[in-house]
C-alpha cells in the first residue's frame, strides 16, 4: 500500500475528536501504519497487541494464494473450510480461535479505554471476526478494505455494535480506490 495513502487515513483520523489512545497488531504493516496515524492524532505511543494479529495461517503462512491449492491440498482445504472449528496443519487458527483472540483484545482494550475514543489498527480477517461479533446477525459477507474506517462501540454492559463500517471517503481523491479495491480480485 501506497504511503500516501496511509497518510491519507492517518489526516481523516486525526481530525476525530479526542482520540486517547492507537492500538496495533504487533506485525510490521499494521504497527507501521498506526505509527503514522499516532504521529498525526498526537499520541506518543503505539500499544502492540499480538490479539490484533491476522490469523495464523500455519502450513500456508507465506504462501501465494492461488498457488496454496497445488503446493499444500490438505491445508488449503483446511484453509477454505467453512467449519468455525477447523484448524489449518502446522499451527494454523481456525476461524473460532481467530474470533476468541482478537475479541478477547478489543475487549480488553475497551475496558482499559471506556467513554474514550481508540484507534485501532488491524487486519482483514481480524476485521471480520471483530465485524461478525459486533452485528445482529453474528454473520459477515461482505469485504474488508484496506485503510477503511470501521467504528465499533462496545458499551459498559458488554453490547457491541458497528457506528459505521467502510468509510473510505478519505480515498475519494486518490485515484486508489479504482486502482486498490477495483483492479484485481485480491484487492480489499
Known amino acids: 500500500m501506497c504511503d500516501s495513502v496511509i497518510h491519507d487515513v492517518a489526516d481523516r483520523l486525526s481530525r476525530e475528536p479526542k482520540v486517547t489512545a492507537v492500538y496495533s497488531s504487533d506485525l510490521k504493516r499494521a504497527s507501521d501504519t498506526a505509527e503514522i496515524i499516532a504521529n498525526r492524532c498526537g499520541i506518543l ?5 499480538a490479539g490484533l494479529r491476522e490469523r495464523h495461517l500455519g502450513d500456508l503462512q507465506g504462501v501465494v494464494f492461488h498457488e496454496a491449492a497445488k503446493d499444500n491440498p490438505v491445508a488449503h482445504r483446511s484453509f477454505v473450510s467453512n467449519r468455525e472449528d477447523e484448524e ?19 475487549d480488553r482494550i475497551a475496558r482499559k479505554h471506556k467513554g474514550e475514543r481508540v484507534v485501532v489498527v488491524s487486519h482483514g480477517g481480524t476485521i471480520r471476526a471483530l465485524h461478525r461479533r459486533a452485528s445482529p446477525d453474528n454473520h459477515f459477507s461482505g469485504r474488508v478494505l484496506n485503510t477503511a474506517i ?6 459498559d454492559e458488554d453490547e457491541w455494535s458497528i457506528k459505521s463500517w467502510g468509510d473510505v471517503a478519505h480515498l475519494n481523491h486518490t485515484g486508489f480506490l479504482e486502482s486498490g479495491f477495483g483492479g484485481d480480485r485480491n484487492s480489499g
Open 150 to 155: 470501521n467504528v465499533f462501540h462496545v458499551s
Open 88 to 106: 489449518i496443519p502446522g499451527g494454523g487458527e481456525s476461524f473460532e480461535q481467530l474470533f476468541q483472540r482478537c475479541t478477547s483484545a478489543l
Open 45 to 49: 505511543e503505539v500499544t502492540k497487541d
